[in-house]
Nanobody, 116 residues
Framework: QVHLVESGGGLVQPGGSLRLSCEAS????????MGWYRQAPGKEREYVASIRWSDSSTNYASSVKGRFTISRDNAKNTVYLQMNSLKPEDTAVYYC?????????WGQGTQVTVSS
């Protein structure tokens, strides 16, 4: 089983930056992708970005492309989401997700609030 722990959320002013972290533990050998999703109040959960475990190939939602960067640290089994030029509409609970041979796993979520 894979276990995901997110950290790094918080309150930031518009135009500011935050970096989220997601550390994977357990049966990580079966992971194929890791990614970030977010859910704002009253809205459905939406895709943000993902990274392929084998070659670090990345994908982004159009709403965050050019502002967010997903990356990974192999030694720490950790995926990061660097978020720059944050906007109030980026406010949401951000969830880490991984796709592995044993299924999809979600983290507990971390709150990001962009407000002046």
């Amino acid at each position: 089983q894979v276990h995901l722990v997110e950290s790094g959320g918080g309150l930031v002013q518009p135009g500011g930056s935050l970096r989220l972290s997601c550390e994977a533990s357990g049966s990580i050998f079966g992971i194929s992708w890791m990614g970030w999703y977010r859910q704002a109040p009253g809205k459905e959960r939406e895709y943000v970005a993902s990274i392929r475990w084998s070659d670090s190939s990345t994908n982004y939602a159009s709403s965050v492309k050019g502002r967010f960067t997903i990356s990974r640290d192999n030694a720490k089994n950790t995926v990061y989401l660097q978020m720059n030029s944050l906007k109030p509409e980026d406010t949401a609970v951000y969830y880490c997700n991984c796709a592995s041979t044993i299924g999809s796993v979600w983290g507990q979520g971390t709150q990001v609030t962009v407000s002046s």
